[in-house]
C-alpha cells in the first residue's frame, strides 16, 4: 500500500512539474503571436517595439514563423520606403536596416528562391559585407537574379538593378574561385546581363557593372569595356563633376587591366 501511494505521489510530482514547465512556454508563444500581429501593425513605432522584442529573445527567434514574418516585414518596410521615396520624403528606415540584419542571420544558410528575392531587392550598399555574403549565393538563384537587373524604375525601387548587378559580379567571382560553380548557360546569362548592364542609361548600374568586371571579367569583358570608354563621355549625367567623370574612366581602363592581369596568371 505504502508503495502505491508513494508512486501515486510520485506521478502527481511529475505533472506538476511538467504544468509548471509548460505554462511559461505557452505564454511565450501566445506572446509571440500578438508580437507577429503588432509587425503588422500601420503605427512605425509598434512595427518597430515589436520586432526588437523579438530580436532580443533567442526562443522567439529559434521559433519555425519568425523568419517568415521577418521577411514580410522588410518586405512592407520596403514598399513604404518606396512610398516615401516617390513622394519625394525621406526614405531612411532604421526598423528596415536592423530587421534585415536579424532576418540575414537566420536565412542565410537555408536561403530559399523566395527568400533570396527579398534579399536581393533590399536596400543596401552594394560594396557592403552583406551584399557579399548575398552574393557568394547568388549563383544558386540566377533565375531570380536576372530579372532585378532589368527591372524599371530604379529610383522608386531602391537601386534593385544596381546591386542586382553588383551581384552579379560576385556570383561569376565565386565561380571563378571554385567556391560556388555555376553551370555554363547560368554562367552564360550572367554575362549577358553585365554586358546589358554596361549600356543601361543609369551611372550607378553602369558603374555596378564596371566593377563587377573588375572584379570577376574574363577576356570577353574587355571589348564591352572599350565601348563603354568610347560611349561613356555621352552618357554622364548633364552638370557632373568632370573629376568625376576621370574617375569613372579611369576605373573602366583599371577593370581592363585587372582582366589582362587574371588572364595572364592563369
Known sequence: MELVELLRAFLLTAALAVAHTDAPAQ?????????????????????QKAFKRIRDNEEF??????GDRLLALLV????EMQRRAAAGLDAENELYDEALETAWRLWKDKLTPEAFRVFAEASYNPGSRFARELGLRAGRFVKELIPLTTVDGEEVRMYTRENATALVGYALAADQQGIAPLSPPDRAALIQALTRAASDRAYGVRWAAVSSMKLAGGQWAIPVLEQMRTREPSLHPTGMDPASKQYFEAEIEAAIQAIRARSENR
Do not use: F, I
Not at 27 to 47: F, N
Not at 76 to 79: A, C, D, K, Q, V
Open 27 to 47: 505564454a511565450d508563444l501566445a506572446q509571440l503571436g500578438a508580437l507577429y500581429q503588432d509587425l503588422q501593425s500601420s503605427d512605425w513605432a509598434t512595427r
Open 76 to 79: 512592407s518596410e520596403r514598399l
Open 61 to 66: 527567434l529559434k521559433q519555425p514563423q519568425t
